[in-house]
């Protein structure tokens, strides 16, 4: 069986669908997913043993046969922690096939084959009776179905239909219950990923300020979940305005309704300030009496207490439909809405009457109103509100526009054509090739800046640009930041590249081209944490899980061995131990080359750690003197502490085994070779430890 696998294509900018083997998406999953992080979750893993042993003890007393169901057992590390526990006999039920193969190989490695059966299915479709795939209910539930968010994996569906039909009246949970807690804050930095700041643009005649239009600022945006890894979040960054509160709680060893329901609870401002954001996270009790806890809240919560490091689940970001100025010590009420998958907020100044006005306070899933959350992402949002990168932009545009310079900006969702067009420029024009289908920002925000008619819109993809498309002009400055939504790496932005090749033929023989050229860099690091998501687990509270290490080490050779993979730094602290390094660059003033852009060499460890991998990021020259970096901002020198770029995703590319550098005085080097492909817009890296 063929499967089709959507990828862009950094030569075109598009969306392709290519053929893949069967096996693709398995080995995608098993690679990229979580099983390895939770795996090494070990406050996790230990509460679930002390919350599964407590769970069997009780029924046990009652003098009852332990009948366990695991739902979503994966590698079946629960079901065999019941299995010693005590337990009778367990159903480890699990829906992906390549896990259950792998369930009941690592059960049948660890001597539990006879007191576990897995049944690979969706526990929807599990049956219960004498032929059934369960000989009867079971009185203990274990589970591990939660995200970020609590429930957006599906949990209360599931155990909604669990209790229904799988499960004994009276039985045991573990988790026995679960709870959010919110906190009310402001936050510039948060509230920068979901509206659009004035911007402010010194012109010629004046300073023109770029106004976001009013649907723009009470949009509620999109109903995805913003999670994050808030412990990476400095308390510089945002002002808290409230305490922690609980805002609703699950209990798992009831019947469960997934149906769209509110919460309120009642909140004091402890400061006055603007109300913009709802920071989230939740703690499962895995015990009834609240003994055994495994919470998800942030450092500065319990700041005594060591946190436990993960990444399958983090905190969540809710933003407000729009700012509220509060005071301190008012009454205010929070709104916490859901629906089967996902969680929403409002906030209120005065009560709704309990009963007559829940309906309207329990309003619908956010839905974007302005477009412009359709256009730009969160971090996309974030990084249009930088302002000292705006600022780059505009001092290189002011440096290379003159009142006659026709420019044409290739870039999707970009300012820089509004930018241009204040900035003096005679004619400007945009296309953004990979989102053709969208609205272009100034098209959203034409209204409020005087802009009808200003900046054309060439539809057309760059290779089929016609010179009636430029009124028969020359382009003499081409712009681009770049930035395309079809990019996952870093270097895929070198699409701008391959687009500025397709318009050669409209370039004034004098074009300015900004950026002028790009550049690759490389650093060598040690991962705080993130290398436990590509580290094996090999023994688990005692389990043997190493068919799990195996399975995941071949996904990972199986197609993307000797590729980066994207992941945004700035929540995954990390230590230099070496110089950052320029490897490649890529001169925009001429054209994709026809043959492949080589380098090898080798880079010195310089500090003592652990070499985990490898960072790679772009550098864009905008102008000879102005660059902008998507990577690293800052380092260090003394300990090797990175700052990155805070908007940005760079390139991962891990190390298959770990080297420790010790000695300084003969620092260990490590070769690489990267090949950048012309024609196909990928880069090739191999690493010699
Ligand atoms: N229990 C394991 C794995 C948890 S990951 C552990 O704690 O380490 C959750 C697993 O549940 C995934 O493998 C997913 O495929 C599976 N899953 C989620 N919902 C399910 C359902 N309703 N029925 C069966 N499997 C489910």
Same mark, same amino acid.
């Given at each position: ?86 337990? %009778? !006999?367990?159903?480890?039920?699990? +829906?992906? #096939? ?6 009941? @190989?690592? $059960? ?128 510089? %960054? !945002?002002?808290?305005?409230?305490? +922690?509160? #609980? ?6 060893? @009831?019947? $469960? ?128 509100? %930088? ?7 505009? #001092? ?294």
């Amino acid at each position: 069986m063929k499967t089709f696998c959507g990828r862009a294509n950094p030569t075109t900018g598009s969306m392709e669908w290519l053929e893949e083997g069967e096996d693709y998406d398995y080995h995608q999953e098993i690679a990229r997913s979580r099983y390895a992080d939770m795996l090494h979750d070990k406050d996790r893993n230990v509460k679930y043993y002390q919350g599964i042993r407590a769970a069997v003890s009780r029924v046990k007393e009652r003098g009852e046969k332990a009948i366990v169901l695991d739902i979503g057992t994966g590698t079946g590390l629960l079901s065999m922690m019941a299995a010693s526990a005590g337990a %009778d !006999f367990c159903y480890a039920i699990e +829906v992906f #096939k390549p896990m259950a193969n792998a369930a009941v @190989k690592i $059960v049948e490695k660890n001597g539990f084959s006879d007191k576990i059966k897995v049944i690979n299915k969706h526990s929807t479709e599990v049956t219960v009776g004498p032929d059934g795939d369960m000989q009867c209910r079971a009185n203990i539930l274990v589970t591990e179905l939660f995200d970020t968010e609590l429930i957006g994996e599906g949990a209360l569906p599931t155990y909604e239909h669990a209790h229904k039909y799988l499960i004994q009246e009276g039985c045991e949970a573990v988790p026995h219950r679960a709870t959010v807690y919110v906190q009310l804050v402001e936050s510039r930095r948060m509230w920068s990923w979901k509206k659009l700041f004035p911007i402010h643009v010194e012109a010629e005649d004046g300073e023109k300020i770029l106004v976001p239009p009013s649907e723009m600022e009470n949009c509620p945006g999109l109903p995805s979940v913003c999670d994050i890894q808030l412990n990476q979040m400095p308390l510089s %960054d !945002f002002s808290t305005l409230s305490d +922690v509160v #609980k805002m609703f709680s699950v209990d798992f060893s @009831k019947p $469960v309704q997934s149906a769209s329901t509110c919460y309120r609870v009642q909140l004091e401002p402890v400061k006055s300030g603007k109300a913009q954001i709802v920071l989230s996270w939740w703690d499962i009790d895995m015990d009834p009496s609240g003994m055994i806890n495994c919470s998800m809240a942030p450092y500065w919560v319990k700041p005594t207490s060591a946190l436990q490091w993960r990444d399958h689940w983090m905190q969540c970001v809710y933003f407000l439909p729009h700012e509220e100025p509060v005071l301190q010590g008012e009454k205010l009420y929070l709104t916490a809405c859901r629906d089967e998958y996902s969680v929403w907020y409002n906030l209120q100044k005065t009560r709704a009457d309990e009963e007559e006005h829940k309906a309207d306070v329990c309003v619908e899933s956010p839905v974007c109103r302005c477009r412009a959350h359709l256009l730009w992402n969160r971090p996309r949002f974030g990084e249009l509100n %930088d302002q000292s990168r705006t600022r780059q932009y505009i #001092k290189s545009l002011r440096k290379v526009l003159t009142t006659d310079s026709v420019c044409l900006c290739i870039s999707d969702g970009s300012l820089l054509p509004m930018l241009a067009h204040y900035l003096g420029a005679k004619q400007v024009q945009c296309m953004q090739p990979s989102r053709i289908d969208l609205y272009h920002p100034h098209e959203l925000m034409a209204g409020t800046n005087n802009l009808e008619d200003k900046i054309k819109i060439i539809e057309a993809r760059p290779e089929l640009l016609k010179p009636s498309h430029l009124e028969d002009k020359k382009i003499s400055v081409l712009v681009g930041e770049p930035f395309f939504t079809t990019s996952l790496l870093p270097w895929h932005n070198l699409y701008f590249w391959y687009a500025r090749t397709a318009v050669s033929s409209h370039l004034a023989s004098n074009v300015t081209v900004l950026p002028q050229s790009a550049s690759l860099h490389m650093m060598i690091v040690e991962f705080q944490d993130l290398w436990r998501i590509r580290s094996p687990c090999g023994i688990c509270e005692g389990f043997d899980v190493r068919t799990m290490d195996d399975m995941i080490k071949d996904s990972l050779n199986f197609r993307e061995s000797k590729e980066a993979e994207p992941h945004p730094l700035w929540e995954y602290p990390c230590k230099s131990l070496s110089e950052p390094q320029e490897v490649l660059t890529f001169d925009f003033t001429k054209t994709v080359p026809e043959h492949c852009l080589s380098t090898e060499g080798s880079v010195k460890l310089l500090r003592k750690g652990k070499s985990h991998g490898a960072v790679l990021w772009m550098e864009y020259h905008l102008t000879a003197d102005i660059s902008v970096s998507t990577g690293l901002v800052q380092l260090s020198n003394e300990k090797g502490n990175c700052e990155w770029n805070p908007h940005c995703k760079q390139g991962v590319y891990f190390f298959s085994s770990v080297i420790e550098s010790e000695i300084l005085s003969d620092p260990t080097a490590v070769e690489y070779a990267m090949n950048f492909d012309t024609k196909t817009g990928e880069i090739a890296m191999d690493f010699k430890l």
